[in-house]
């Protein structure tokens, strides 16, 4: 019998493959910049070539890119699945915002659950000190930055998953999301008793998820959005009746001239 021989990886294969696994993971995050070689080469103890080398590799892959003088960065758009075009065109239509809150039951529901369940005291951390900077962005009646808070909690929720499928495609609806989010808020705002009813269901994902309490995290998140989709459609309708009452008062002085 004839063994095939085996062959020992290169070192910037391994190299490569290591750095591919902390972007896929999400340890490196798009736009972050990587250490100098001189310090990589010392971190994988191994020659700088090496890290040269395996950097080129994910270059040719468009996961790294290099800005001339200024160092190494992972690639800023490596998430964004939706053009700009195609943001426009879905957040013009009023019906397909409703859609989007149907969508975040299922993902938002799964990332708070699986946060619950696998998420360590770092991971809760994070999560606490997103929520704290939504609060600040809501005292502040800055509903631009609190989309944004609320979008990088949702991140960093959905990092504490711990299941990388399911950051990506978070990551990838970013824009679209937040730009939900943010034309929500425009609506939801009207009512102090809305705004507060929101915040309160906000803070019970925040305690079911770092309490470990991952059936409680899912059902507050479905709580959450269910009573934002309600809501919603109820001021939908209180803006058409309103149109309808306008419409009619202006008939009447239309008659009267």
């Not at 309600?230 to 939908?236: G, P, Q, R, V, Y």
Request: proline share 4%; net charge negative.
């Amino acid at each position: 019998m004839t063994y095939k021989r085996i062959r020992q990886p290169k070192l910037c294969d391994a190299i490569e493959q290591e750095l591919e696994c902390l972007i896929v993971e999400g340890t490196l995050s798009p736009g972050q910049q990587l250490p100098p070689e001189r310090e990589l080469a010392k971190q994988f103890d191994v020659s700088r070539p090496s890290v040269r080398e395996a950097i080129q590799r994910l270059e040719a892959k468009h996961l790294l890119t290099r800005r001339q003088g200024g160092g190494t960065f992972v690639t800023e758009n490596l998430w964004k699945g939706f053009s700009d075009p195609l943001l426009d065109l879905l957040a013009a239509h009023p019906e397909t915002q409703l859609d989007l809150v149907e969508a975040r039951h299922a993902l938002e529901g799964l990332a708070a659950y699986y946060a619950a369940l696998r998420g360590n005291d770092d991971d809760f951390d994070r999560i606490k000190d997103c929520h704290v900077r939504i609060q600040q962005a809501q005292q502040q009646g800055d509903l631009a930055a609190e989309a944004t808070a609320v979008m990088q909690c949702l991140i960093a929720v959905t990092e504490s998953a711990h299941n990388v499928v399911l950051l990506h495609i978070i990551r990838s609806l970013a824009p679209l999301l937040e730009q939900n989010v943010l034309q929500n808020f425009e609506h939801l705002n009207r009512h102090q008793e809305v705004v507060n009813k929101v915040s309160k269901h906000r803070a019970n994902i925040v305690e079911a998820i770092v309490s470990k309490q991952p059936e409680k995290a899912r059902e507050a998140s479905h709580a959450h959005l269910a009573y934002i989709e309600e809501t919603l459609l109820d001021l939908s309708r209180e803006d058409s009746r309103r149109q309808r009452s306008l419409r009619r008062i202006q008939q009447r002085k239309d008659g009267l001239d």
